[in-house]
């Protein structure tokens, strides 16, 4: 048994050589999708430091008077039609943008991971069971789904980042029943249940590292789309408190008041949710190549 576990682990390249035999693209792909993605975390983390500093003002204070004052030094995103300055609500909407997607995904994961590899392992009931189930919400459109639910938990990160996580279950249930159905047929876990090791020790020990290689592209891709799901819950009036900065909630009001050529308000909110998106699904894309060798030819560029 120790052999046959030598031999798979033999089989993953450290990551370091790995990237190095990447191509360019997904090189490029990669750096710029994380630098992306690592700037709207500095951002959402900072946040607060950078109000208490004074370098930003508070996203639910009335600033201005009149309202929607276009960007100037005051304000450089200028101000909505409430009175709030766009710069600061947009820099805390990436907090809270995070915060759900964060939480949303993780719970998926924790979700979906466990129960493919159970549904795959075992096989007979179960899985059929579980089948039908993934399958059932798989065939609903994600948006209406996680509107639905948003009507049902309420408002609040928690309560979104729930109604958004259902969605993405299945997702994760699939890819890891699949590779789990694979990988059990293996020499290595074969030996280990003739050894007698229990359903928990393979499913621990040489099934979980086995079956997982996919699981960060999909939080990747799936954050992408959750900041979508988010802003539309939030352009709907269903996704957090209304004082609470988020940029659908903002966009919405935000259209408002743009046929009066007030553009600045819907600008700046839509461009940071559409590059955080960007950023996330070229981290995805990178990642993709990276941890999946068929979508590379021989010379290690990209089919």
Do not use: C
Request: net charge positive; hydrophobic share 50%; charged share 15%.
């Amino acid at each position: 048994m120790q052999t046959h576990i030598m031999t798979v682990t033999k089989r993953q390249l450290p990551l370091l050589l790995r990237f190095a035999k990447k191509s360019s693209l997904s090189q490029k792909l990669m750096v710029i999708g994380l630098a992306i993605t690592l700037f709207f975390i500095f951002l959402a983390f900072f946040a607060p430091v950078f109000q208490a500093w004074g370098w930003l003002q508070d996203p639910k204070e009335f600033l201005s008077n009149p309202l929607q004052e276009a960007p100037s030094a005051k304000h450089w995103f200028g101000t909505s039609r409430l009175g709030h300055d766009v710069f600061s609500r947009t820099i805390f909407g990436a907090q809270a943008a995070l915060q759900v997607v964060i939480l949303a995904t993780a719970l998926s994961m924790i979700f979906g991971v466990p129960l493919g590899m159970l549904s795959g392992y075992l096989g007979g009931r179960l899985d059929k069971v579980l089948l039908f189930l993934m399958d059932s919400i798989y065939t609903l459109p994600g948006l209406l789904l996680s509107v639905t639910l948003a009507f049902v938990v309420g408002r609040g990160i928690l309560n979104a980042a729930i109604a958004i996580s259902i969605a993405y279950i299945p997702q994760y249930y699939r890819v890891v029943r699949n590779h789990t159905v694979s990988v059990k047929t293996e020499v290595f876990i074969e030996a280990a249940q003739a050894m007698g090791a229990s359903t928990w020790i393979v499913l621990s020990r040489y099934l979980f590292f086995n079956v997982i290689q996919s699981v960060p592209v999909l939080f990747t891709l799936n954050a992408a789309d959750a900041i979508l799901v988010l802003g539309g819950l939030g352009f709907l009036g269903l996704g957090l408190p209304e004082e609470v900065p988020e940029w659908g909630h903002d966009l919405k009001l935000a259209l408002e008041a743009l046929p009066t050529g007030v553009w600045w308000t819907t600008l700046f909110p839509g461009l940071a949710m559409t590059f955080m998106v960007v950023g996330l699904s070229l981290l995805g894309e990178g990642l993709n190549e990276f941890v999946n060798p068929r979508l590379r030819g021989e010379n290690g560029n990209r089919k």
